[in-house]
Every structure is written in C-alpha cells, then in structure tokens.
C-alpha cells in the first residue's frame, strides 16, 4: 500500500510540537510525500495514523490519498516471492504462509533445478541440524498443501527435494 500525502509549506495552521517552516519563496510549489507501507496491519495503521496528524497539523490544503498496493508483474497463477516484504502472492492474492514455509519456498525458488538433501535443508533453512528428518517433511507437506499443487516441489527418493523443472514461481529482486 502507498500514502501520499500532499501539504503546502504556507499552512496557516499551527501546532505548538511542530516547529514552523521557513519563509520560502512566494512561488514554492506544495510538498508531495509518498510512504510505501510494507508488513501487518499494525504498522500500516500507525504509519496512517501519524500521516493524517501531519496532515492536519498542515491544515485544510493538505490531503492524503491512498493508493491500491501495485501487484508484481507475473503470470497468472505465478507465485511471486518478494524476501523484502516476506510475502508470496498468487494472482496478486497474498498466500498465508508461515515462516518456515515461507523460508523454504524461498530457498528452493533461489536454487531451481538442485536436490537439497534433508540435512541441507535443515542447515540451510531452519539453521540447525537438532530436529529430526521428519520436521522438513512435515513442512514441505503443509506448503505443497497450501500451494494447492503437491507437483510443485519435487521428491527426489533417496536424496531429498527440489523446485519443479516447470515450477510457475519466481522471485522479486529489487
């Protein structure tokens, strides 16, 4: 989601916690703020809640506009991973991952076409070797369940898991 909020620095209104601000031209244009919100609805309603403060301490001329969250460009029913945000989205719908499950997804997207043994996975993703061969397959059972495609990550028998060949994911960098 993206705010915008608009406030022209010759406000009349003042607020005694703000400092003022300093004569500028006649000709100033207003001032344009785009905040990009990513994460949970907590953080979102803290960010808006201080934007529409400003803009009030701005006064009548100010005003926020709210814009829809852009969808990543993918193919329809492509899953696209974004590791800044830790989001994965599914025809611009948000898929309700865990962490873990998120994690695994993730590290199989960034290496398509290798076996990653359970131990691998283990060290790689959960970041330790203390929990038995059987929590990996737990977890690539409930992803492929949530994925609604058990075809999506691949059993390799004897060695361990992969990304499909023809998996329809990919992943955001910026």
Do not use: C
Not at 17 to 44: K, Y
Request: proline residues 7%; without cysteine.
């Amino acid at each position: 989601m993206s705010a915008l909020a608009i406030a022209h620095p010759r406000a009349t209104h003042v607020r005694p916690d703000l400092r003022p601000v300093p004569n500028l031209p006649e000709d100033e244009t207003p001032v344009t703020v785009t905040i990009s919100i990513a994460g949970g609805v907590t953080g979102r309603d803290r960010v808006l809640a201080a934007l529409r403060e400003l803009v009030d301490a701005a006064g009548p001329d100010a005003a926020i506009e709210l814009e829809a969250p852009v969808s990543p460009a993918g193919a329809d029913g492509e899953i696209v991973l974004d590791p800044r945000a830790r989001t994965a989205l599914r025809g611009g719908q948000r898929l309700d991952l865990s962490r873990l499950e998120y994690d695994l997804l993730l590290f199989l997207a960034q290496h398509p076409r290798q076996v990653f043994s359970r131990a691998q996975l283990l060290t790689h993703v959960w970041g330790h070797r203390h929990t038995t061969n059987r929590t990996v397959d737990v977890h690539v059972s409930r992803l492929r369940t949530k994925l609604d495609d058990p075809e999506l990550i691949t059993t390799v028998y004897g060695l361990g898991y992969r990304l499909a060949d023809d998996a329809p994911i990919s992943v955001r960098e910026r």
